[in-house]
Nanobody, 117 residues
Framework: QVQLVESGGGLVQPGGSLRLSCAAS????????MGWYRQAPGRQRELVAT???????HYADSVKGRFTISRDSAKNSVYLQMNSLKPEDTAVYYC???????????WGQGTQVTVSS
């Protein structure tokens, strides 16, 4: 059974930083990509950033220049360094792992990020 465990969320003031971590464990193979999504109250879940390799990353326009995604393939882990946080970054952040076989993707349970003074 595959499990994604996220950590690093919390309350931070505007302009502050947080680092999210996600570790995948269990019978997980053929990982193609890892990423982060977020969902604010009353809004749809949206892509934040994904990483296939060091040279193949994608960011939502709203976080470019502020967030950095990285991946440690040896540890089946993905990280999201979030700097210059804004109140509009407040959301539940979900880790996603994309694999090349069924079921094709896995999700974490989510971690709350709140940006407020």
């Amino acid at each position: 059974q595959v499990q994604l465990v996220e950590s690093g969320g919390g309350l931070v003031q505007p302009g502050g930083s947080l680092r999210l971590s996600c570790a995948a464990s269990g019978n997980i193979f053929n990982i193609y990509a890892m990423g982060w999504y977020r969902q604010a109250p009353g809004r749809q879940r949206e892509l934040v950033a994904t990483v296939v390799s060091k040279d193949n990353v994608h960011y939502a326009d709203s976080v470019k220049g502020r967030f950095t995604i990285s991946r440690d393939s040896a540890k089946n882990s993905v990280y999201l360094q979030m700097n210059s946080l804004k109140p509009e970054d407040t959301a539940v952040y979900y880790c996603q792992v994309v694999v090349t076989t069924i079921p094709y993707n896995y999700w974490g349970q989510g971690t709350q990020v709140t940006v407020s003074s």
